[in-house]
């Protein structure tokens, strides 16, 4: 059985540049949410997409977006990246039944933006 | 407003004695989920246990037990003689209420070091 995935594990880009970051989700999932963990805090809700479409954001700006494509895998694209982008990101996959499946957590991207 | 909180930063344990990790939460809704998630130097989130909110009894899987009490809003995590392998940092989160997201409310985190 499959677990979540992730692609890249590391990266660096400088200020300025986008970054594309992937997720596959657990076999049998259809739900991915992405999370960003800077050092020494922990995991903030970026954004989770179900059925291609985002259907709920946490508080960070339009710089991040994503995509889910038709086989539930996922993207996670941030613009103009800022050296605060710098930080572990966390992709989990689950169930879209009502929002109470546990979310099953990839290995993360870390990302240092200089 | 919901929030988790994990006020124990670092704790450091010898191998064998047992540790409890605190965690309070705080939400106004009366149907949510607690979850306690281990975090290993790699980096990756390894789930441990889900409790919802109707269910008050406490859990025991091998060596870790929980402890969920509603009327202190406490959902505390106990590791009976540790081991080095224990040696991460451990998150306890709420799912935001009213959302069929199940996003996830992450606490600060506890890193705990157990030593040999």
């Known amino acids: 059985d499959a677990g979540v995935t992730q692609s890249p594990t590391h990266l660096i880009k400088t200020r300025g540049q986008q970054v594309t970051l992937r997720c596959s989700p657990k076999?049998?999932?259809?739900?991915v949410s992405w999370y960003q963990q800077a050092l020494g805090q922990g995991p903030q809700f970026i954004f989770q997409?179900?059925?291609?479409?985002?259907?709920q954001r946490g508080n960070f700006p339009d710089r991040f977006s994503g995509h889910q494509f038709p086989n539930y895998s996922s993207e996670l694209n941030v613009n103009a990246l800022l050296l605060g982008d710098s930080a572990l990101y966390l992709c989990a996959s689950s169930l879209a039944v009502d929002g109470t499946e546990t979310q099953y957590f990839g290995p993360g991207t870390r990302l240092l933006v200089l | 407003a919901q929030k988790v909180t994990q006020a124990q930063t670092e704790i450091s344990v010898v191998e064998k004695e047992d540790v409890t990790l605190d965690c309070v939460y705080e939400t106004r809704d009366t149907t949510y989920y607690l979850f306690w998630y281990k975090q290993p130097p790699s980096g990756e989130l390894v789930f441990l246990i889900r409790?919802?909110?109707?269910?008050?009894q406490n859990e025991i899987s091998g060596r870790y037990s929980w402890n969920f009490q509603k009327s202190t809003s406490s959902f505390n995590f106990t590791i009976t003689a540790s081991q080095v392998v224990d040696s991460a940092v451990y998150f306890c989160?709420?799912?935001?209420?009213?959302?069929?997201?199940?996003?996830?409310?992450f606490g600060q985190g506890t890193t705990l070091q157990v030593k040999p």
């Open positions: 076999s049998g999932h259809d739900t």
């Open positions: 997409y179900y059925e291609e479409e985002e259907r």
């Open positions: 989160a709420l799912s935001e209420p009213g959302s069929n997201t199940g996003k996830l409310i």
């Open positions: 409790r919802n909110s109707f269910d008050e």
